[in-house]
Nanobody, 121 residues
Framework: QVQLVESGGGLVQAGGSLRLSCAAS????????MGWFRQAPGKEREFVASITWSGTATYYAGSVKGRFTISRDNAKNTVYLQMNSLKPEDTAVYYCAADRNRVPSGQWDYWGQGTQVTVSS
């Protein structure tokens, strides 16, 4: 089992920045690819970004590419999402997830409880 706890959400004005953190505990963190997802009110949860176990490869949704950066620190069992140039449409609950594989495979076995990000115009 892997337990995931997100933090860092909040209220920010459009154009501002936030950094989300996701702390993992349980099994060896470096065994898992990690990802960030988000769900806006009335919408389905969508992929935001993912990262391989080593951090050497990252993947982004088109809507956030160039504005968001995913990274990880295996020594701290933590994955981050740096969000810059935020837009009101980025408002959502953000979730981190752990894939059962070292490379993102779409098999997201573990999820955090989410952290709210609200971007005001």
């Amino acid at each position: 089992q892997v337990q995931l706890v997100e933090s860092g959400g909040g209220l920010v004005q459009a154009g501002g920045s936030l950094r989300l953190s996701c702390a993992a505990s349980g099994r060896t963190f470096s065994n898992y690819a990690m990802g960030w997802f988000r769900q806006a009110p009335g919408k389905e949860r969508e992929f935001v970004a993912s990262i391989t176990w080593s951090g050497t490869a990252t993947y982004y949704a088109g809507s956030v590419k160039g504005r968001f950066t995913i990274s990880r620190d295996n020594a701290k069992n933590t994955v981050y999402l740096q969000m810059n140039s935020l837009k009101p449409e980025d408002t959502a609950v953000y979730y981190c997830a752990a894939d059962r594989n070292r490379v993102p495979s779409g098999q997201w076995d573990y999820w955090g409880q989410g952290t709210q990000v609200t971007v005001s115009s």
